[in-house]
Antibody, heavy 120, light 110 residues
Framework: QVQLQESGPGLVKPSETLSLNCSVS??????????WAWIRQHPGKGLEWIGY???????YYNPSLQSRSTISIDRSTNHFSLRLSSVTAADTAVYYC????????????WGQGTTVTVSS | QSALTQPASVSGSPGQSITISCTGT?????????VFWYQQHPGKAPKLIIF???KRPSGVSYRFSGSKSGNTASLTISGLQPDDEADYYC??????????FGGGTKLTAL
């Protein structure tokens, strides 16, 4: 059974960099056909796709967040990460990692989500 | 990025069928778009319930079905049950544009 688990600080100060990890178990991040994604959800709002990465290192970002987002992958430890720079209160959200089974099958496995608050 | 428009809310009585629409604006939901639907209960992570317009992942009830006509995709839930009360999000994917989500629809089971 594939499981994803987000981890990282729950509180980040404005202007700093948000860093989150997603640990993958039951599957390998090196499996072909999968991309590994980050999605966020502002309080009481809808879902916003941040971007995804393939084990080859190929990445693709939401254009609205591209300038501040970096997604990386570590095949040796089977996890992938998100860094979001220059955060503001508008980046306060629940952050989810998910597996995107390309191209047809969608975001088929999700982590439970982690809440990140941006505040001084 | 193009937007996907969903009704903010829908409601139905137990046993009834309801349909949630998802309309693509600007570039629409063309034939090169993959369409998905996700269900999200309060405080929980979203769950994939429809992929590739009208296919159900293993374990998802047959009561959930998807369709698409032109720029509009639809999710139909038949035989509404109390546990169906949740938020539903449509989503599209293309290699060139990445993933887009609709604004979400809150389903209330009356």
């Amino acid at each position: 059974q594939v499981q994803l688990q987000e981890s990282g600080p729950g509180l980040v100060k404005p202007s700093e960099t948000l860093s989150l990890n997603c640990s993958v178990s039951g599957d390998s991040v090196s499996t072909g056909g999968y991309y590994w994604a980050w999605i966020r959800q502002h309080p009481g709002k809808g879902l916003e796709w941040i971007g995804y990465i393939h084990y080859s290192g190929n990445t693709y970002y939401n254009p609205s967040l591209q300038s501040r987002s970096t997604i990386s992958i570590d095949r040796s430890t089977n996890h992938f990460s998100l860094r979001l720079s220059s955060v503001t209160a508008a980046d306060t959200a629940v952050y989810y990692c998910a597996r995107h089974r390309m191209p047809v099958y969608g975001l088929d496995v999700w982590g439970q989500g982690t809440t990140v608050t941006v505040s001084s | 990025q193009s937007a996907l428009t969903q009704p903010a809310s829908v409601s139905g009585s137990p046993g009834q069928s309801i349909t949630i629409s998802c309309t693509g604006t600007s570039s629409g939901l063309g034939d090169d778009y993959y369409v998905f639907w996700y269900q999200q209960h309060p405080g929980k992570a979203p769950k994939l319930i429809i992929f590739d317009v009208n296919k159900r992942p293993s374990g998802v009830s047959y009561r959930f079905s998807g369709s698409k006509s032109g720029n509009t995709a639809s999710l139909t839930i038949s035989g509404l049950q109390p546990d169906d009360e949740a938020d539903y999000y449509c989503s599209s994917y293309t290699p060139n544009r990445g993933v887009i989500f609709g604004g979400g629809t809150k389903l209330t089971a009356l």
